[in-house]
């Protein structure tokens, strides 16, 4: 099974990042990550209570903007922050999405 893309940290332009972030469903994953630490679509599709396809869309929007990456065990893909990558390029971003208060996003 292939490795799905994910760009380099150094090429995500800030705006890419924000672009991503746009969507609240998007900013819930990002807060699951930071919780669970990895998981695979199912866990958020549960957990959000959305289709796995809409769950797969919103995480390839958040792996191509640089917040995500993926690795593959058997045949599934799990999930996870690339926190220090994203730390070091865009400081305090990762804070800032997960201290926010649920009503709020």
Do not use: W
């Not at 090429?11 to 699951?32: D, G, Q, Y």
């Amino acid at each position: 099974m292939k490795l799905p893309y994910q760009p380099p940290i150094e090429t995500i332009p800030f705006t890419k990042v924000l672009h991503a972030l746009s969507e609240p469903n998007r900013i819930k994953i990002i807060r699951c990550l930071d919780e669970s630490i990895e998981n695979n679509c199912t866990a958020y599709s549960l957990k959000l209570m959305l289709p796995k396809s809409t769950v797969s869309h919103h995480i390839k929007v958040l792996r191509e903007a640089g917040l995500i990456k993926a690795r593959i065990e058997g045949k599934e893909h799990i999930y996870s922050l690339r926190r220090d990558e994203v730390d070091e390029k865009f400081p305090g971003l990762l804070k800032a999405v997960t201290v926010v208060k649920e009503e709020d996003i």
